[in-house]
């Protein structure tokens, strides 16, 4: 099968085909000529209308310089509602067969008010989180402001969102919790100590941050470590 006989239509059809040495060889065929990004464009948004498992492997394996294309359509469903989700749900699988280019992926903020999209991205960010080289101050920040709000979301089901949501919500927030302090825990301690200081965020350190400090462990970093010393890129 030459590469120009090949469409994009043949490469979807084939994706999910018992044949799996013919969809691989449309794989094999098609995406090296896939110059302007059309057929990652299109695999992306099969992906979001099918849940393909086989469009999600094809995915996980493009190489650079095809990741740009690609992360380009992922921020760009990322900002469609109705997409978001199962946008989510694609990057947790990338982010699992940790492709190389993955430490160039633009964390998007958990400002979503649907239960389950928080859920699913701050799975997504528990994951990513040490797989990135050199977060950097800024975006420390923004990790630290992405727990504050979620705190504060899980503390409160202004929704009437069902339990089980709320506490695999918990459960989620928790994990980014252990996530930020064994990473950055002088510049993580900094930020708790600074934000649930204020009067408005006292109730919400009283129930969800106390028990989750209460279960942990005083880090050595906090004796012999510094916050400058986090962010170092040669540590």
């Known amino acids: ?15 999910d085909s018992s044949e799996l040495r013919e969809a691989e060889q449309v794989r094999a065929a098609f995406l090296p000529s896939d110059k302007g990004g059309a057929v990652l464009s299109s ?4 992906y979001l209308d099918s849940s393909s498992s086989q469009a999600a492997l094809l995915l996980s ?3 650079e310089p095809h990741h740009k294309v690609l992360l ?3 921020n760009e469903s ?3 509602p109705g997409t978001r989700l199962a946008t989510l749900t694609l990057l947790g699988h990338l982010i699992r067969k940790q492709p190389p280019w993955i430490h160039l992926i633009s964390l998007i903020p958990a400002t979503d008010g649907d239960v389950l999209i928080l859920i699913t991205g701050v799975l997504v960010l528990v994951t ?6 050199q977060a950097g101050k800024q975006h420390i920040n923004d990790f630290f402001d992405v727990f ?34 064994g990473m950055f825990p002088c510049n993580f301690i900094s930020y708790l100590r600074l934000h649930y200081s204020m009067k408005e965020n006292l109730d919400t350190f009283q129930e969800v941050v106390k028990p989750m400090l209460d279960h942990v462990r005083v880090h050595p970093e906090l004796v012999t470590g510094t916050q400058d010393y986090e962010l170092d890129p040669s540590r």
């Open 72 to 74: 380009e359509k992922l």
């Open 148 to 181: 504050g709000r979620l705190t504060s979301r899980s503390c409160k089901n202004p929704g009437h969102v069902p339990m089980v949501y709320m506490v695999h919500l918990h459960a989620g927030v928790y994990s980014l919790f252990h996530r930020l302090y």
């Open 128 to 133: 990513l989180l040490p797989m990135i080289p």
């Open 1 to 15: 099968m030459s590469r120009e006989q090949v469409s994009v239509s043949e490469l979807l059809l084939s994706l």
């Open 43 to 46: 695999l992306v948004d099969f």
């Open 61 to 63: 394996a493009i190489r």
């Open 78 to 80: 990322l900002g469609r």
